[in-house]
Structures are given as structure tokens and as C-alpha cells.
């Protein structure tokens, strides 16, 4: 089955709602504007209920089958959020707020479930129940956690839930999964070393929280070289490095943080343990004393083997045999939808954005080329999904 060709057909529609929210980003869950916006087509596609608020700003869709409420219930999510970025592609429809914009095609994500919801809506061909996620805050805020610890689960029935991503430098009309671990966990740290400041001609006065900072960046990098696998991955990187006002003085604090990347839980813990460790006895060795700040962000975003499976399966059906892999590498960059994956089973596919700038860059834009290919994997999931009973 190839692409629709009632979704080919209104795709530039779709692509207009799209550009519309890509003029008005919102960010985390400051979505007023884009909330409303959703429930209300939600609400004029004839759903069976709208749910709003839910995770502050996020929204619920339910639309049952021909035979009305009953069946299996499967959760189809997107993202709404928009980056604190100032855009720069020049586009007609870019960003009319300073400082945010679309770089990560959000508004691409919900402009296409929003074409399978109109979709579904109308022809209804299939018995049980969808569930639209329409989610808040993925940019750092945990949205997913905060629909989830609302409710979502409680107040919905949900046996399963898919996930979609664009990906720049992958075609348009292909796609890319992987079973198991498909995107890492993503954790903060924060080092505090406290010295002794003084005169810069006299370091033999002092402790040099620059000298000791410099040593921690360092051994740092052996955590993953000599205490993970080399087998299995993970990424410990120092980002920040903040220390003195002037040159002729030695500050008497340094402060640095950074970011821990892993694809496996127990890589992930021991990475944590590994770094306090090594940051206190290094601060010790100089005389010097450090602090560690660790804060546990998104999990391992992690796709169940037979959803993985089928989902790439419903690629097939759109695209052809060739254009969907599934043997994907992981990406060491997180998601959260991490959380709803480990409540139930499902998995998170990636779709082909072409030869766009990349996520997060502010020349980045979704290629509306992709909407009739993610419209359709969206509508053809959702019916074969239900259609499989169980």
C-alpha cells in the first residue's frame, strides 16, 4: 500500500496548518496558543471527547471506532513544544517571536497527527478505540512524565503507543527503527571545587581550583575509556568550565558541568557512581574539595522487539520494502518519550527529513514533502494496530 491518496491529497492543507504553527513557537508547557489550536480541530473533526490541561498544557484526543467504545486502545503521541532559538531560514511562514522557533519540527509532528486524526475521524475504519497524545514540554521539560503522573494512563485506557521523529539527512518517504535501545539516557551534572584564591605570582600560596578543574576534565574522559565496556556505549562530556574574573588573580572557585549519555541502565548507573568517585579523589589529591550535583533527566528510550517489528512493518506498507531499516543505529540523544515505553509497549520510529540543517539549528525546517508519508504511516498504523485484536 503506498501513500494514501486522500492524505496525498490534503497535504498542502496539512502542510498550511504546519507553517501556521511554526509563525507562533511556544515553548516547554507555555502552549496556550498551541493547545487550543489542537482541540480545537479536535473538537470540529467530530471526536468523541477532548481532553485539555492534561500535563498543564497538554492534550488528549479519543476517537472510537464504527462499533463505538470497546476493543483494544492504542496511543498515538506528538510533540508541541517549539527551542528558545532565533530562526534564520528566511521562510514565509517563520517564526513571529523573537528567540523561539520550530528547530526540531514539532510542528511538523503535530500538523501530522492531526491529518490522521481528520483522517480517522472520517472513515472510522476500524474497530476499538485511538487515543491522540498531544504532548507539551519534550524540550527538557519531561512532558510525557508530567501527562503520565496526570493521569494519562489512569484516566485512558492505552494497550500500546507509537512514537514519531523526523530525521534530517535521511530521505524523505524512507524510514528508521531499531528493537531495544534506541535513544540514551540523558543525565546533568554539576562539579563545585573550592580552593584557596590568591595572588597569581604566588600559586604556592594557593589551591588552584583552575589547576584541579583542569585535572577533573581530564580524568573524566577515562570513565568511559577505562571503566565502560568498550562494547557498550555511553558519553561523559564537560561543557561548562567557569572560573575567575581577572588574570592576575587566582580564583578561589571553579565550577563546571557537563552532560552523561548512555543506551543502558546499568552502564548509566555505574558512569554516575564512577564520576562522583573520580571528582572527589581527584579535588583530594590537590588539596582542593568538590561537590557533585547529579541530576537524572529522560531514561533509555527503549522499543519493544514486536512493536518495533510491526511498526517498521506499517513503514513497509507506505514506502516499500527498501526504504525502511531496521537495524537503525541508536542515537545517544534522548526522549522522552522514554517514559510512556515504560509503561507499555510500543516503539518510536524515525522519519527521513531530507537534506535539511539539523535538529536544533536555526536554519533548520521540516520538509512538508514528508507529511503525506507521515500522515499515512500515522492512519495505517493506527487501523492495523487494532485490526491485529488480541
Known sequence: MPVLNRIAEVAPEIAEWRRDLHRHPELLFDLDRTSAVVADRLRGFGFDAVVTGLGRTGVVGVLHGRSGPGGRAVALRADMDALPIQEITGAPWASTTAGKMHACGHDGHTAMLLGA?????ETRAFEG????????????????KAMIDDGLFDRFRIDEI????????LDVGRFAIRPGPIMAAADRFGIAISGRGGHAAK???TIDPVLV?????????SIVSRT???????????????????????????????????????????????????????AEVFGAEATVTYRRGYP????????AAFAADVARRIVGDGAVAEDADPMMGAEDFSYYLERKPGAFIFMGNGPSAGLHHPAYDFDDTAIAYGTSWWVTLAEAALARGG
Not at 117 to 121: D, E, G, P, S
Not at 213 to 221: E, I, N, Y
Not at 240 to 250: L, Q
Open 117 to 121: 486524526a481528520r483522517h480517522l475521524a
Open 203 to 205: 600559586p604556592q600560596e
Open 228 to 282: 565502560v565496556d568498550p562494547l557498550r556505549a555511553a558519553v561523559v562530556s564537560v561543557t561548562c568550565f567557569n572560573a575567575g574574573t581577572t588574570d592576575n588573580v587566582i580564583p578561589h572557585t571553579a565550577n563546571l558541568s557537563g552532560t552523561v549519555r548512555a543506551l543502558d541502565p546499568t552502564v548509566r548507573q555505574t558512569v554516575e557512581a564512577k564520576l562522583h568517585h573520580v571528582v572527589r579523589t581527584t
Open 162 to 169: 507509537y512514537g514519531l521523529h523526523n530525521m534530517p539527512g
Open 213 to 221: 578543574g583542569a585535572h577533573v576534565v581530564t580524568a573524566l574522559q
Open 300 to 307: 533509555v528510550t527503549v522499543n519493544d522487539p514486536a512493536a
Open 129 to 144: 478505540t485511538v487515543i491522540f497524545v498531544f504532548q507539551p514540554a519534550e524540550e527538557g521539560g519531561g512532558g510525557a
